[in-house]
């Protein structure tokens, strides 16, 4: 705190060294978050995340796996509630879209549309910024894509990625094992094993979440237990040596 000397109380200010102290916080926000993981293969695209149910909270709710439109998912790490107001808005989005053009809105119109969103709260006194990083990830006429977003208004493309809490090493591990001819479930199997690398209690599945759209079908679908028990039982082919 000494060292942004009052440049922080605003998000409309930079410090003398062309800092944004606020927005940095709300990235160190992300980085204390759980896993969220995005995997593109040649079959769809995988979303998976960290999540840590109480003992008795309904667990087939899934809090950090939204959808925005029948062929675009978001996973969020980082500050929810902001995530699930910019979800909002990102089905607006797409429903004008779809309205006004009658198609299918594109996956990296919608992350566009969400890093604009997440600028403007970087630009104006009064607000901060927003404290959460979204994969977006779908299937549309270009095919398979993955954008990640950040509190900055930042948004880029991956083929595989993870955000949140020990993101550093899990995308070092992303790098060592992705290939681009995954087939969907080899592609749910990484993404078990890069959680599992860096999760808090090592329980295999049980405190992962999952979504997934296919090529074939390019609708947003959650993945059943049973699936992921199924998944995770080839997990261990990615597992760090």
Do not use: C, W
């Amino acid at each position: 705190m000494m060292a942004s000397r009052g440049y922080d109380m605003t998000p409309t200010m930079y410090s003398p060294d062309g800092r944004i102290y606020q927005v940095e916080y709300a990235i160190e926000t992300v980085k204390r978050g759980t896993l969220a993981i995005g995997v593109s293969s040649k079959q769809g695209v995988i979303m998976a995340v960290e999540e840590k149910p109480r003992t008795l909270q309904t667990s087939n709710v899934t809090q950090k796996i939204f959808q925005v439109d029948y062929h675009i998912g978001v996973a969020a790490a980082g500050y929810i509630p902001d995530a699930r107001v910019q979800v909002d808005g990102a089905r607006f989005f797409s429903q004008g879209n779809r309205m006004t053009y009658d198609e299918s809105v594109e996956v990296a119109t919608v992350a566009k549309h969400l890093a604009d969103q997440a600028h403007q709260f970087t630009q104006y006194g009064g607000v901060r910024p927003n404290g959460v990083s979204m994969i977006i990830a779908g299937i549309d006429q270009k095919g398979e894509s993955i954008y990640v977003t950040d509190p900055s208004g930042t948004y880029v493309q991956f083929s595989a990625v993870a955000i949140g809490a020990g993101s550093d090493d899990v995308n070092a591990f992303l790098e060592k094992h992705y290939k681009e001819d995954l087939s969907l479930e080899d592609a749910a199997s990484l993404a078990i094993a890069a959680i599992n690398l860096k999760a808090e209690a090592k329980d295999g599945v049980n405190n992962i979440k999952m979504a997934k759209i296919t090529t074939e079908s390019k609708i947003f679908e959650k993945v059943s237990d049973s699936d992921l028990q199924n998944y995770s039982q080839n997990a261990s082919k990615f597992a760090p040596e």
